[in-house]
């Protein structure tokens, strides 16, 4: 089936912290993922992308095929960072689009 | 990259109603999705609208409940029929265009209410 998965429904760090938001995936072939941000009452934004390999905000996130994760990382938790995140799954063919039930985090002063 | 304009942007409503709502991309795409984000909760798929054919409709979703229209290459329409206080939630349009930095593209949402 196909499905994403985020273990945590709550994340609570203190500032400065490192914070890791989890990801896991079931798709059978090669799916992209994404992370996406959403702040209080704005709307939902890209973070990441996993083929982009880029650091945005801070925050990177690594495929591991084998393990069939993603998981979202940054090394010091900033007050700003607290927000719901979603990891997403986007099939090879692009047809669809999967959300996981998404993380929400906050930073503690 | 896409526009996506989405009308209305909320509305309050009786129960019993229906409420259309209209996504305008400006560009033509392929593929074009319907979603429902409750309070507290995440995006979960409606249906996939398909131009030129009946819309695709994921478990727990009907078209008698929610149908869609696609004429073109660039809009679509979901109604929400005889509504209810468990259909309050925020109603998105999105797109995917394969050539760009970000695949997929979201509208601003409709909130809807329901009394």
């Known amino acids: 089936a196909q499905r994403v998965t985020q273990p945590e429904k709550l994340l609570s760090v203190f500032k400065g912290a490192p914070v890791e938001l989890k990801c896991n995936y079931s798709y059978s072939g090669s799916p992209e993922l994404f992370w996406y941000v959403q702040y209080s009452r704005q709307r939902l934004q890209l973070l990441l992308r996993?083929?982009s390999r880029e650091s945005i905000k801070g925050f990177t996130a690594d495929l591991n095929k084998g393990e069939t994760s993603f998981h979202l990382k940054k090394p010091f938790a900033q007050e700003e960072d607290s927000a719901m995140y979603y990891c997403a799954l986007l099939s090879p063919s692009y047809d669809k689009v999967i959300f996981g039930p998404g993380t929400s985090l906050s930073v503690i002063p | 990259s896409a526009v996506i304009s989405q009308k209305p942007s909320r509305d309050i409503c009786q129960r019993g109603t229906s409420l259309t709502i209209q996504c305008q991309v400006d560009?033509?795409?392929?593929?074009m999705f319907w979603y429902r984000q409750q309070p507290g909760q995440s995006l979960t798929l409606i249906a996939t609208?398909?131009?030129?054919?009946?819309?695709?409709?994921e478990s727990g979703f009907v078209i008698d409940k929610f149908p869609i229209s696609r004429p073109n290459l660039t809009f679509s329409t979901l109604t929400v029929s005889n509504m209810s206080p468990e259909d309050s939630s925020i109603y998105l349009c999105?797109?995917?265009?394969?050539?760009?930095?970000?695949?997929?593209?979201f509208g601003d949402g409709t909130r809807l209410s329901i009394l």
């Open positions: 609208a398909n131009q030129g054919s009946e819309a695709t409709y």
């Open positions: 560009s033509q795409v392929t593929m």
């Open positions: 999105s797109v995917i265009i394969r050539e760009s930095n970000q695949p997929q593209h």
């Open positions: 996993h083929i």
